[in-house]
Nanobody, 115 residues
């Protein structure tokens, strides 16, 4: 049973920064890719950033230059570093992992950007 546990969400002012963490129950290298999605109220869940097993990354256009994704192989943890946050970044952020044809999700962590 794959478990993904997110942490690090919270309330931040516009222009601020947050770091989200996603800890996995197994080795990061067992996954084809890991990533972060977000879902704002009334909107569809969307890809924010992902990192593949070989370390390639991909970002949504709306977060390019502001967000970075990285991993700590020893801690089996993936991070999403968010800076220059905007109110439109407000959403529930979900960690995601692909293992073969299976897709796994974390429980989500709320990020609210507001003054």
């Amino acid at each position: 049973q794959v478990q993904l546990v997110e942490s690090g969400g919270g309330l931040v002012q516009p222009g601020g920064s947050l770091r989200l963490s996603c800890a996995t129950s197994g080795s990061i290298f067992s996954f084809n890719s890991m990533g972060w999605y977000r879902q704002a109220p009334g909107k569809q869940r969307e890809l924010v950033a992902l990192i593949t097993r070989v370390g390639s990354t991909n970002f949504a256009d709306s977060v390019k230059g502001r967000f970075t994704i990285s991993r700590d192989n020893a801690q089996n943890t993936v991070y999403l570093e968010m800076s220059s946050l905007k109110p439109e970044d407000t959403a529930v952020y979900y960690c995601n992992a692909h293992l073969g044809f299976a897709v796994h999700w974390g429980q989500g962590t709320q990020v609210t950007v507001s003054s």
